[in-house]
């Protein structure tokens, strides 16, 4: 049985850093695209940050700069160290999961992904 587990969530102040981790299992291949999604209150969810099985990385515009993805391979983990957060970076938090690989176009569109976590909730304060 497939899982993630995100981890790393939590409340800061504006101009904080918290670092997301994004832990799955199950997978009988370490061949994933990965992603992470995040829904604000009364907004859609929307694609943050991704890698494909290539490795090709990409960001939200409103996170290029600030946030950074990385993934360990070995521990099949991906990693969001999230910078300079804002009141506007508040949201849950989700990681993704495809099996196999995704077009590098499509990193950050949610139809890609089959596997999804639970979530974790990140807030920050003005």
């Known amino acids: 049985q497939v899982q993630l587990v995100e981890s790393g969530g939590g409340s800061v102040q504006a101009g904080g850093s918290l670092r997301l981790s994004c832990a799955a299992s199950g997978y009988s291949s370490s061949r994933l695209s990965m992603a992470w999604f995040r829904q604000a209150p009364g907004k859609e969810r929307e694609g943050v940050a991704g890698?494909?099985?290539?490795?090709?990385?990409k960001y939200a515009d409103s996170v290029k700069g600030r946030f950074t993805l990385s993934k360990d391979k070995d521990k099949n983990t991906l990693y969001l160290e999230m910078n300079s957060l804002k009141p506007e970076d508040t949201a849950m938090y989700y990681c993704a999961a495809a099996r196999g690989w995704v077009l590098a176009t499509d990193i950050l569109r949610q139809s890609e992904y089959t596997d999804w976590g639970q979530g974790t909730q990140v807030t920050v304060s003005s």
């Open positions: 890698i494909n099985s290539n490795g090709y990385t």
